[in-house]
């Protein structure tokens, strides 16, 4: 299957601050990526859908001046959480498709970032 | 609204024991149904998914799972499961009709399987 790739894989920084976490289709080109949140022992909960080009739709709940979506290019989405606190501590991850306004395509999951604010 | 749910949290079996997860989504329109694996300290797999066409979809590693309409139902089978397969399984459903793909998730079920 394709590959997406995610960096970092862990992250610490300190409470205030900004972290960027980035998504990358390596072998293919990704129309819209998700980003999701994960809880331990929990579900991954979608934060929002990231489309190329245009802004990012979020869920209900999440607060888009916290979580700075940016979808640059058809390989590259970041996530940027702005003013972090502990917690935002939790485990992040990407997934993409390709040719996305087809039915039958599924997502290809990134390894995740594991973010800690201390 | 779109959901998904997971009645079993954690499952414990001995090997070779046959496996059943389920899975129940609500969806208003037609819907794709997947099942994902996320080994420890891994990134999610995909074991199968389904789409169309035949209700018993199979998966890779002998997972299959059948799609039941009537029952908004997308349980994951295997007949005998091996240590390997402890892990965390999610069910995910996705709009058909959405043209953003968006998938949900159940909360999991982590199977642990003793030797």
């Known amino acids: 299957g394709a590959v997406v790739s995610q960096h970092p894989s862990r992250v610490i920084c300190k409470s205030g601050t900004s972290v960027k976490i980035e998504c990358r289709s390596l072998d293919f080109q990704a129309t819209t990526m998700f980003w999701y949140r994960q809880f331990p022992k929990q579900s991954l909960m979608l934060m929002a859908t990231?489309?190329?080009?245009?802004?990012?739709?979020?869920e209900q709940g999440v607060e888009k001046d916290k979580f700075l979506i940016n979808h640059a290019s058809l390989t590259l989405s970041t996530l940027t959480v702005t003013s972090a606190h502990p917690e935002d501590s939790s485990f992040y991850i990407c997934?993409?498709?390709?040719?996305?306004?087809?039915?039958?395509?599924?997502?290809?999951f990134g390894q995740g970032t594991r973010l800690t604010v201390v | 609204a779109q959901s998904v749910s997971q009645h079993n949290h954690h499952v414990i079996l001995s090997e070779a024991a046959s496996l059943e997860l389920g899975c129940n989504y609500s969806?208003?329109?037609?819907?794709?149904l997947f099942w994902y694996v996320q080994y420890p300290g891994q990134h999610l797999q995909l074991l199968l998914k389904?789409?169309?066409?035949?209700?018993l979809v199979k998966g890779i590693k002998g997972f299959e799972a059948e799609f039941i309409k009537s029952k908004f139902s997308f349980n994951l089978r295997k007949p005998s499961v091996q240590w390997s397969d402890t892990a965390e399984y999610f069910c995910a459903g996705s709009d058909r009709g959405s043209t953003l793909g968006r998938l949900y998730f159940g909360r999991g079920t982590q199977l642990t399987v003793w030797p």
């Open positions: 389904y789409f169309s066409g035949d209700p």
């Open positions: 997934s993409a498709r390709e040719r996305t306004h087809q039915w039958n395509t599924e997502a290809f």
């Open positions: 969806y208003g329109g037609t819907v794709n």
């Open positions: 990231s489309n190329e080009g245009s802004k990012a739709t979020y």
